[in-house]
Structures are given as C-alpha cells and as structure tokens.
C-alpha cells in the first residue's frame, strides 16, 4: 500500500488485481472529499498518462485501471528505484506525483442542470405514500423536493443513473417492500433520504413520485450522459399536459 498527501491530508492508494488501483481520498461522504474525487477525475481526463484504459470516480475514492506492460516500458526510468519493479508501484508513484500537484488546480464551478418533473398520478403513484409517511400533503413533498440544490456525487447502478446528495429528510422514505418489476424510464423516486431519476427501464424498490421528460442516457451522443458528477441538479414541477407536450416532441 502505498499513500501520498493532498493538500487537506492523507490519501491511500491499494491495489486492484494485477492491473489496477484504488485512490482513497476520505473515509466518509462529504463535500470535501467529492471536491477531491471530481479535482481527481477532472485532472486525468485532461492529462491521461500512458497506459491509463479508464479512471471510475466514487463517493470518496477514484479507481484507476491500467495496462501494465506500458507503464513499465513507458515510466520506469520516471520512478525511484524501489517503485519500479512491479505495474501497481509504478502506477501508485504517478498518482502520487499526480495527487501532489491538485494543490494547484482550481476547482470548475459548478453545472447547473434543470429537470422538469410532472409529479403524482400514475406517474408518480407513490407520491401520497411518501406524504403520510411523513405527514405532510402531497403538495408539501412537491414542494419540499423541488426547493432542494442536488449535488451528483457519481454515476451508476444503470447508465446515466445519478447518485444525488442534498435531499431533505423531511420528505425520506424507506423502499417499498416488494420492488417494482419495470419502472418507466424518467421516473422520479425516493428511497431513505435518496432521490434519483431512473434513467433507463429497470426493476427498482424506490418509491415513485413523478416523472420527467428529460433524458438522462442519450447513448447516441459522447458523453452518453446528461449529467456527471459535480453538477447541481433543480427539479421544478410542470403540469401533465406540459409533460405531454414534451413526449409527444421527443416521438
């Protein structure tokens, strides 16, 4: 194992089978460490290093993924002696260098990203479940999902699907007991104190309060995504027919 230092303390950086690592930037989920996460991510998808296949951003880690034989015949002579015998020390000594130079990188602001949500009914059935739960009116929940400034921490679980920090518990929900076999794509739902947007037609347990017309997977564009992480999601509620009006221009 090796570990460098950021500029707010100490990093670890473990290996990932024979051709990959680990960065470890905290220890819990917090807006620092996902600063440094995106500072990370942002630098290698500026400054890839040869050999580099692809980097993973996540809550509070970066995992890197690399083609061995390149690293040794591309940085070898780059390292101290002691880091140069293997891939993972070779790699682990470029994060290093990497890691030490963010200090000196400003962060990007923020991507503000508006979706509109056309919340209850049938395409939102859960929206009364989710209001008795925590007693409040189905007005109130619209109200207090809609006033909230969502961070995306990362992307996964489906493509394009965003793991969204900054729901209020006002309005947190646990996951219905019996998940859902198919939920339409664009669905809006809640699980815990988690919103996110189904971006794809997929079984989930979350409960659904609403629907949005925006795409979030657009697998014929590059990035096949609408978000990333760092943005800020606003969701704003619109009426069915305004909804429609947008299905109907999508077809």
């Known amino acids: 194992m090796n570990s460098g230092l950021t500029p707010s303390g100490e990093v670890k950086i473990v290996p990932l089978g024979d051709s990959g690592l680990i960065v470890k930037l905290g220890d819990v989920i917090s807006l620092e460490t996902h600063k440094r996460v995106r500072q990370l991510s942002d630098y290698l998808e500026r400054h890839p290093f040869n050999g580099l296949i692809e980097y993973v951003p ?104 965003a793991y969204l920090g900054g729901m209020s518990e006002r309005i947190a929900t646990p996951r219905r007991s019996t998940p859902r076999l198919s939920i339409p794509v664009g669905t809006v739902g809640i699980a815990g104190d988690q919103t996110g947007v189904y971006p794809i037609e997929t079984p989930g347990g979350w409960q659904l309060i609403g629907r949005t017309p925006t795409r979030l997977f657009l697998p014929e564009l590059m990035p096949p995504t609408l978000l990333k992480a760092g943005d800020i999601v606003r969701f704003y509620p619109i009426p069915r027919m305004e909804f429609d009006q947008w299905e109907e221009h999508k077809s």
């Not at 990203?113 to 925590?134: E, K, T």
């Open 58 to 161: 996540a809550f509070t880690s970066v995992t890197i993924y690399y083609e061995g034989l390149t690293l040794m015949t591309e940085y070898a002579d780059e390292v101290g002696q002691e880091d140069r015998d293997f891939p993972f020390q070779i790699a682990a000594a470029l994060m290093n260098n990497i890691i030490l130079q963010l200090k000196d990188i400003s962060d990007e602001p923020e991507r503000i990203v508006n979706i509109p949500v056309c919340y209850g009914g049938d395409l939102g059935p859960d929206l009364d479940a989710v209001a008795d739960h925590n007693g409040l009116l189905p007005e109130e929940v619209i109200s207090i999902h809609t006033s909230a400034d969502y961070l995306v921490y990362m992307l996964g679980f489906a493509p394009g699907f």
